[in-house]
């Protein structure tokens, strides 16, 4: 349990703090340091890249996104919220997800 614990703690501190942070620091570097041409070039990526999630995402076979979703902290972080599926009713099968 306590694996598991530490998952949850890792992933909503990484959420809480890391995200301010980096973009503050981010911020900061664009208007004040030598590495701002580096930055601007991320910045045009960005954008063009925006979409690619409500488009598909990317192709993860043989990239680094197959390595880290088969990481392990996703285990213990999926054991720390258990959730069981209890079947209630028979759906029809003519209609799909989302469909009425």
């Known amino acids: 349990r306590r694996l598991q614990t530490i998952a949850a703690l890792i992933w909503s501190s990484i959420i809480v ?30 954008i063009y890249d925006f979409n690619t999630p409500f488009n598909g995402g990317r192709n993860i076979n043989g990239s680094i996104c197959l390595h880290v979703r088969n990481w392990q902290i996703w285990k213990y972080f999926k054991d720390y919220f258990p959730v069981k599926v209890i079947k209630t009713a028979d759906l029809d099968s003519n209609k799909g997800m989302g469909r009425v």
């Open 17 to 46: 703090i890391g995200f301010p942070l980096g973009c503050t620091i981010f911020l900061y570097l664009l208007w004040t340091s030598q590495v701002r041409w580096i930055l601007w070039p991320y910045i045009a990526w960005i």
